[in-house]
């Protein structure tokens, strides 16, 4: 089970760093660095601050216990001259307990002034630091941002992208569909030609259509058989119609109009 539990372990482990590899931008992680480390500053400047106001309040403390000391000796040397000797012991006794004090606050002062001196080269140092850092992380963003530019570009003249390579397959199934028109027009052409199948704008026609091409043909039957009866001589006889529908039809084939021969008068008439 162990063994099981430390390859699950594993795997989950590299699963993760290669999503997270595949999602992070160097840019965003020098960013949050650069953000951290000035963060860092800003607490080193405040630890700065708080020890020099430490420092100077020791300072005030040195200065309040030497007034102190100097008014103690000055009451014992008065006390001395007036002859009071005791006053002038406890004037020198109270002096001695504000030297002490004094001396232990100029001690504190000292180890204060050091760790503030220390504090004020670390921050010195950071922010030199951090400078350089800021200049490498612009250098840095600068160059990645250019390969990657670089990298879209040579993508899309190799097509290696996704968005070119979306054009590439649209251009790619826009020509196949053309070619399979063209080839589709070319083979109905050949049928047209080989009269395999008929033309419908020749072949089809509406009932308007015909019924107006039969008028026309009635009217165009009417008015050549108007002008065969008056081509007859003495008016029209069905005898005559019949003898002469041959060749009147012959005549109007030709398009051309014949007159018939003058009939010879009746003799009896």
């Known amino acids: 089970m162990a063994s099981l539990w430390e390859r699950f372990t594993m795997l989950f482990k590299s699963k993760a760093d290669k999503v997270l590899d595949r999602y992070e931008d160097p840019r965003e992680t020098l960013d949050y660095s650069y953000k951290k480390q000035q963060d860092l500053l800003v607490r080193v400047r405040r630890g700065v601050a708080d020890v020099a106001t430490s420092r100077k309040r020791v300072e ?14 000055l009451a ?34 000292g180890v204060l002034q050091q760790e503030e001196e220390k504090l004020v080269r670390a921050s010195t140092q950071l922010q030199q630091r951090i400078e350089a ?40 199934r826009a020509q196949d569909k053309t070619q399979e028109m063209q080839a589709r027009a070319s083979a109905v052409d050949e049928l047209l030609a080989s009269g395999a ?20 043909s009635t009217a165009g039957v009417e008015s050549e ?21 041959p060749k009147v039809a012959a005549t109007v084939v030709d398009a051309e109009v014949v007159e018939p021969p003058a009939s010879t008068p009746n003799p009896e008439v």
């Open 60 to 73: 005030i403390q040195v200065t309040q216990l030497g007034k102190e000391v100097d008014k103690m000796t």
């Open 76 to 109: 014992a040397q008065q006390s001395l001259a007036a002859g009071r000797e005791d006053l002038a012991r406890e004037a020198l006794t109270r002096k001695s307990g504000l030297q002490v004090q004094m001396n232990d606050l100029e001690t504190q002062h």
């Open 197 to 216: 199948l008929e033309d419908p704008s020749l072949t089809y026609k509406d009932d308007i259509t015909r019924e107006l091409e039969a008028m026309a």
């Open 133 to 172: 850092f800021r200049t490498q992380k612009e250098t840095i963003k600068a160059t990645y941002s250019a390969a990657e530019a670089q990298t879209r570009v040579n993508e899309a003249f190799t097509g290696l992208s996704d968005e070119f390579g979306d054009v590439g397959r649209a251009i790619q």
């Open 225 to 245: 058989l108007a002008a065969m009866k008056a081509a007859l001589p003495g008016g029209s006889a069905p005898a005559q119609l019949a003898a002469g529908a």
